[in-house]
Nanobody, 123 residues
Framework: QVQLVESGGGLVQAGGSLRLSCAASGGTFNMYGMGWFRQAPGKEREFVAAISRRGADKYYADSVKGRFTITRDNAKNTVYLQMNSLKPEDTAVYYC????????????????WGQGTQVTVSS
């Protein structure tokens, strides 16, 4: 069983930056593809970014490409999401997720989820 704990959310002005962290415990971290998803009020949870088990492969939603960067540190059992040039439409609860095996962009493919961290971008 893998436990995921996100941190780093908060309130930021448009154009600003935040770095989210997701600390994993209870499993072999480098066996898991990791993803970041987000959910805005009244909307479905959507894919943001994903990274392969060793970090060699990354994939981004078109809406964040060029602004967000996903990385992982397997020695620290942590995955990060660096968010730059934030926009009000990035406001959402951000979740990290783990999948046993290769990463995926589909919510249904992930086995473990964190509790989420709120990101609010003011205009």
């Amino acid at each position: 069983q893998v436990q995921l704990v996100e941190s780093g959310g908060g309130l930021v002005q448009a154009g600003g930056s935040l770095r989210l962290s997701c600390a994993a415990s209870g499993g072999t971290f480098n066996m898991y593809g990791m993803g970041w998803f987000r959910q805005a009020p009244g909307k479905e949870r959507e894919f943001v970014a994903a990274i392969s088990r060793r970090g060699a492969d990354k994939y981004y939603a078109d809406s964040v490409k060029g602004r967000f960067t996903i990385t992982r540190d397997n020695a620290k059992n942590t995955v990060y999401l660096q968010m730059n040039s934030l926009k009000p439409e990035d406001t959402a609860v951000y979740y990290c997720a783990a999948r046993n095996g290769y990463y995926s962009v589909a919510t249904r493919d992930y086995d473990y989820w964190g509790q989420g961290t709120q990101v609010t971008v003011s205009s």
